[in-house]
């Protein structure tokens, strides 16, 4: 079974930093784009970051330079440094990547389970 397994989300104040680390676990031949959404109370998920399998990276207007996103291909791992924390970052963050497994016909797309962000005083 393919697992994305996400970590470091926690409780932090305003303006400090968290680094949230997704890896891939199971079987896998390698890992296309991946990247971070989230998801605030009462809104819809939005997309954070994302990088290409060549490191090729997007974000949102709204966490332009404060978050970097990075990969290691070589572990099927995708990070997240979030700085200069707000309350407005408080969410749950998922992990999304586009997996390639022996065995599977085709790409298919896998969320991770997802990991609490809180920032506040």
């Known amino acids: 079974q393919v697992q994305l397994v996400e970590s470091g989300g926690d409780f932090m104040q305003p303006g400090g930093s968290l680094r949230l680390s997704c890896a891939a676990s199971g079987s896998i031949l390698r890992c296309n784009d991946m990247g971070w959404y989230r998801q605030a109370p009462g809104k819809q998920r939005e997309l954070v970051a994302s990088?290409?399998?060549?490191?090729?990276?997007n974000y949102a207007d709204f966490v332009k330079g404060r978050f970097t996103i990075s990969r290691d291909n070589a572990k099927n791992a995708v990070y997240l440094q979030m700085n200069s924390l707000e309350p407005g970052d408080t969410a749950v963050y998922y992990c999304n990547a586009d997996v390639q497994r022996p065995g599977w016909t085709s790409v298919r797309n896998l969320w991770g389970q997802g990991t609490q962000v809180t920032v506040s005083l």
């Open positions: 990088i290409s399998r060549g490191g090729s990276t």
